[in-house]
């Protein structure tokens, strides 16, 4: 049998709280890639073409600019290296903060 829980969220705090003590950290999306600025990102696009560098910046719609780029392919072979690159958010599968990219 389940039993129902309330969740207080602290705006001041950023948790929430289930009804029962236990403390949920809340993040929201956006803020994540904020934080994320100035370092590693693991970019993974939608036909599996893969990116690391260091996050410069982003846009509401999240397309992403990339510094000191190392681009792979879909067998996860260095394709190219690129000082920069701006990524569009329309092909963007998953970003992946401190994400050191494929292993190889």
Sequence with gaps: MSEDHSVIT???TGTS???IGASIPSVLPLEL???SIGSKIWAIM?????????????DDFVNIIL???TEYDVARKVVCKRS????SSRNLA???PEGKGPEI
């Design 94 to 96: 998953m970003l992946v």
């Design 17 to 19: 709280e289930l009804d």
């Design 67 to 69: 510094s000191d780029v």
């Design 46 to 58: 939608s036909d599996f073409h893969e990116f690391v560098g260091t996050l410069v910046g982003f």
């Design 33 to 35: 890639i904020d934080k």
């Design 10 to 12: 602290d705006v001041a």
């Design 84 to 87: 920069k690159l701006l990524l």
